[in-house]
């Protein structure tokens, strides 16, 4: 390298701001779980807001059989894993929260994996239970939420 091409990168970096990254400076595991996490909560529940008796039909459908819910599990445990991962390295109220609910969520995976069955009705009656104001209640309630939890991750 000569120097015109470290004058031209330097230039490019100030122009650009990216003369003020450091090492370690990106953002954190526990920043991308938490917009991950948040974005997942308000786009998957948004739809009860719009169409609350469709959605949970589609719910429904996703819990019909013993497989479904535990191809549901290995999704849930996907979650619960990446939260503890990225909760453990941090210190903080926010990352003790993320990990004890990553553990929460693992042991709700684990009772889809072993009693199948049991979750399916469980969930089903839950479900079910709901009128539809209060579908689109959780539903609002859910997308303030999750926009608030991603918003959250961005300020990490």
């Not at 490019?12 to 996490?37: D, F, H, Y």
């Not at 990352?95 to 929460?104: E, H, N, Q, S």
């Not at 994996?113 to 539903?139: C, E, Q």
Request: proline content about 3%; charged content about 10%.
């Amino acid at each position: 390298w000569d120097n015109s091409a470290i004058l031209s990168i330097r230039t490019t970096q100030e122009r650009t701001g990216w003369s003020n990254c450091k090492e370690g400076s990106l953002m954190s595991p526990l920043a991308l779980v938490l917009i991950v996490l948040g974005l997942l909560i308000a786009i998957s529940r948004a739809p009860l807001i719009i169409a609350p008796e469709s959605t949970r039909s589609f719910y429904l459908k996703l819990m019909q059989t013993d497989r479904r819910m535990q191809g549901l599990a290995l999704l849930i445990i996907l979650l619960g894993a990446a939260m503890i991962w990225a909760s453990a390295s941090e210190a903080g109220v926010v990352a003790v929260a993320v990990y004890w609910l990553g553990l929460l969520i693992l042991a709700i995976a684990a009772f889809f994996i072993l009693l199948p069955g049991k979750a399916r009705r469980l969930a089903t009656a839950t479900w079910g239970s709901f009128s539809t104001g209060v579908l689109r209640g959780l539903g609002w309630v859910a997308l303030v939420f999750g926009l608030l939890v991603a918003t959250y991750g961005l300020t990490l």
